[in-house]
């Protein structure tokens, strides 16, 4: 895996002699009705290699849950904000009590030259609530507008988790376009 400086060895899952891939969901949280500021943490498990990054909000997306309580939760353990509003997610049940996701969301794809990719789902949301973080997983919780995020990401670049960072510019180039 690769933490922004180096290269370090984790173990991987196998089912057969396939590598198993847990997926990750993320998500770009604005305030309902502005999407020129988001929310950001910071790692702050000292254990982990890119302790003291700056990130989005997310994590394993766990078996068993769709996507929106996949996103609601992480969001709401690492932030303490709740969500109002996640775009590009259509569930529809097929039958025998099963459903199926469509989700429209960027996607980051992290150590393709590694063990196994690691799928980022990052949808876009909105959201409020009190500010906090995970004790020993997030700090440094905040709103950051897009300006100040533009200089960050110019400026230290290495500041960020790269999934974060990739995510973030892709939002940064869709509000530029649209």
Not at 152 to 164: C, K, M, N, Q
Request: with cysteine; proline share 6%.
């Amino acid at each position: 895996m690769w933490s922004g400086d180096e290269r370090i060895e984790i173990d991987v899952p196998v089912s057969g002699s396939e590598n198993v891939m847990v997926p990750v969901i993320r998500a770009i949280v604005c305030p309902p009705g502005d999407a020129e500021t988001v929310l950001l943490q910071r790692r702050a498990d000292v254990s982990e290699p890119v302790f003291g990054c700056l990130e989005i909000p997310g994590g394993r997306w766990r078996s068993g849950e769709s996507p929106v309580a996949a996103i609601t939760r992480e969001v709401s353990e690492e932030t303490g904000v709740l969500l109002t509003a996640i775009d590009g997610i259509s569930i529809e049940e097929i039958g025998d009590s099963r459903s199926i996701a469509s989700l429209h969301p960027l996607v980051v794809v992290a150590g393709i030259d590694a063990a196994f990719p690691a799928i980022h789902v990052v949808v876009i949301a909105e959201g409020s609530g009190d500010l906090r973080g995970a004790k020993g997983e997030t700090e440094d919780v905040q709103w950051l507008a897009i300006t100040g995020l533009r200089s960050i990401l110019d400026e230290r670049p290495h500041d960020f988790v790269p999934s974060s960072r990739f995510a973030l510019t892709a939002y940064i180039e869709m509000l530029d376009s649209a």
